[in-house]
């Protein structure tokens, strides 16, 4: 029941609040400038909770960014964070153009770590390194595409909610690997759950071995040749969705489910294709984590990934490029964070996930709070110039 005039109110406050269509801004403040004040402002917040701690906020982001770009360790460790949001990232940003809002990263991911060590298992002491790396790689994007597959035919043909089931499938994913290395693959003598390491050939490339053929000199770091198999996947599916018959079929699904049908267009294959799409790129996480830092299958490898990817994708306004430096500022801030939090011991490790928390905050959940104020300014300058 709704009280008297409260619809009144409600549509008075509507004409209100200021039209905020995409097209009102030019391109480079709406997906350049907005995000950077949107960051800004989740600083200035981030500051006063390092204030009332009694620390000094100038010195925690001094502290923040040489943690993350001081120093060639600092840089490989940014990147490796980078590196997973991105393929996380990338994943939800196919779903979302499609649709379809895919939470199920984690689980994809964990489907294709488990696959990418089962192949370094049976395979590795038998494979020179050029064939057993791609199989790893294939066998990640079938496994996790295998996994996103179950939640798009649920959707498509029963009508069933992709967000319940992708994310109760993160629970089965999670559930499934652990029955697998205590029963299966854990080493009868271990008492760590985690597989024996794989062999020699079973290891991505690190960046310290590759930059070595250059004559680079750089420090030990989990950075490997997933960095740049995850920025060919962003332009891989930037020409997918804006260069492809298929990409524009995602995009229209996405924005017009009604024009999508009329058009000729499967719905139903078409959630397949991009659920796929999503689960693979999410599983490239697993190839990242297993075969390029850890070298054997362990517990929780995932480190919540999966559901950071969704902060990127939104902070990245669902394009590759705006993926890659969002990821990269995620990066920053969980490598930044980790000496954040070890120089000042005020400063918790809960409250630096407050810290990115508030990231998340600013520039995903409110991401278009400081729009109608920016469209104001800019219409104001617009005016005066004009004026002159």
Not at 4 to 19: C, F, K
């Amino acid at each position: 029941m709704s009280l008297p005039g409260a619809s009144h109110a409600a549509s008075q406050a509507l004409r209100a609040v200021p039209h905020v269509a995409p097209g009102d801004l030019p391109g480079w403040v709406d997906h350049a400038l907005l995000p950077v004040l949107n960051v800004a402002l989740a600083l200035c917040v981030a500051a006063g909770v390092v204030a009332a701690v009694g620390e000094s906020p100038w010195d925690a982001i001094q502290l923040l960014f040489s943690g993350a770009f001081g120093s060639s360790v600092a840089w490989g460790y940014t990147l490796y964070y980078t590196t997973n949001f991105i393929f996380t990232g990338l994943a939800v940003l196919v779903g979302l153009h499609a649709g379809l809002f895919n939470i199920g990263a984690e689980g994809q991911a964990a489907l294709g770590g488990l696959a990418t060590g089962i192949v370094m298992i049976t395979l590795g002491q038998q494979l020179p390194a050029v064939l057993l790396l791609p199989m790893a790689a294939i066998a990640s994007i079938a496994a996790g595409a295998a996994w996103a597959l179950v939640p798009a035919w649920l959707l498509a043909w029963r009508g069933s909610h992709i967000v319940v089931t992708t994310i109760m499938f993160n629970f089965l994913a999670a559930a499934l690997t652990v029955w697998l290395l205590v029963n299966v693959l854990m080493p009868g003598n271990s008492l760590a759950v985690e597989t024996q390491p794989f062999a020699a050939a079973a290891a991505l490339p690190s960046a310290q071995t590759l930059l070595a053929g250059l004559n680079i000199a750089v420090p030990a770091t989990p950075l490997n040749l997933s960095f740049v198999l995850a920025l060919l996947c962003a332009g891989g599916v930037w020409l997918l969705l804006w260069h492809t018959r298929a990409g524009y079929a995602l995009r229209t699904l996405g924005k017009a489910p009604d024009a999508a049908r009329y058009a000729g267009f499967d719905p139903r294959r078409l959630t397949l294709l991009a659920m796929a799409i999503s689960g693979g790129l999410a599983a490239l996480l697993g190839l990242n984590e297993i075969a390029g830092v850890h070298h054997k299958l362990l517990l929780d490898f995932t480190s919540g990934a999966g559901f950071t990817g969704i902060a990127v994708a939104l902070m990245g306004r669902k394009h590759p490029l705006g993926i890659v430096l969002a990821a990269l500022l995620f990066g920053a801030l969980y490598q930044g964070g980790s000496e954040l939090s070890f120089e000042m011991p005020k400063l918790t490790r809960d409250i630096v996930v407050a810290v990115q928390g508030f990231v998340v905050l600013f520039c995903g959940a409110l991401a278009f709070m400081l729009r109608p104020a920016v469209m104001r300014l800019h219409g104001w300058m617009r005016s005066a110039a004009k004026g002159q």
